[in-house]
């Protein structure tokens, strides 16, 4: 499971303008994932979680996802947002066959964020983040990404329906860490490797978020497209373009306070 799998996560926090400051619960996801972009098959995921979200006038808590305000000005706001993903284990088949487990990863950096519109339905997305592997006994820098991306919410089905379409561009060191293949794990069939750095592929989102008195619903669909990302050629990368998405229902079991009005 890559990042990607928190974006439905995401969506559920972010299903309503107006939420209670703090809020608390547990859920379960299903999901169907590759086990990262590029991988030749996607696998199913029951991916049960607890919940915690907090709504400042600065610092919010969205489940997987954390995020300081830095600067608001009238259309563009200056973000600090910390994100996690989960491991990819180490597979006895398919092309990481033999080859170490990835860590998960801490990514860290400034997002701006820019209104396009006065009633803030479009909005651009610049964030620039780096990214640590980590065991829980330390952290390894393991590059940085940039990702911008164009997205549009608006109300549906009594929550909040986004659509987004980005794009990305990562270093040497961020694309090897899943796309290297070291001299000691190559084969015949899996030739060693080294990534460079540039162009990491499209990817187009939609995401939809609803929020009930004591429920959160979530749902997402992604689309990444490979085609020309700098890494193409790794033998890792069996597929140039892949559909995942997933489910998620949040049972709310406390709330407290009243949030500040969302941007």
């Not at 919940?51 to 808590?61: D, K, N, S």
């Not at 996802?65 to 006895?92: H, I, K, T």
């Not at 794009?167 to 899996?190: C, E, I, K």
């Not at 990368?237 to 995942?244: A, F, I, S």
């Amino acid at each position: 499971m890559t990042r990607a799998a928190l974006a439905l996560l995401l969506a559920c926090a972010q299903a309503a303008q107006a939420a209670p400051r703090w809020t608390a619960g547990v859920g379960a996801a299903a999901l169907r994932l590759p086990d990262y972009p590029g991988a030749p098959d996607a696998r199913d995921h029951l991916l049960p979680f607890p919940y915690l979200a907090y709504q400042g006038e600065r610092l919010r808590i969205d489940g997987a996802q954390a995020r300081e305000r830095l600067f608001a000005g009238p259309r563009a706001r200056l973000e600090l947002s910390l994100f996690g993903s989960v491991p990819v284990r180490r597979r006895d088949d398919g092309p990481r066959a033999g080859m170490p487990a990835l860590d998960p990863l801490l990514e860290a950096g400034p997002e701006l964020r820019i209104r396009l519109d006065a009633a803030g339905r479009w909005r651009l997305l610049l964030p620039l983040r780096l990214a640590w592997a980590t065991d829980l006994r330390s952290l390894r820098p393991k590059g940085l990404t940039f990702a911008p991306a164009l997205a549009r919410r608006t109300p549906w089905a009594g929550g909040r329906l986004t659509l987004s379409l980005g794009l990305a561009w990562r270093d040497r060191r961020r694309h090897g860490y899943v796309y290297d293949v070291d001299p000691p794990f190559a084969a015949p069939a899996r030739p060693a490797f080294r990534a460079p750095g540039g162009y990491g592929g499209a990817r187009f989102q939609v995401a939809w978020g609803r929020r009930g008195p004591r429920w959160i619903l979530g749902a997402y669909l992604r689309w990444d497209d490979l085609h020309g990302a700098a890494f193409e050629a790794s033998p890792l990368v069996r597929r140039r373009g892949h559909l995942q998405g997933g489910l998620a229902v949040t049972r709310i079991l406390w709330r407290r306070g009243t949030a500040p009005a969302a941007e």
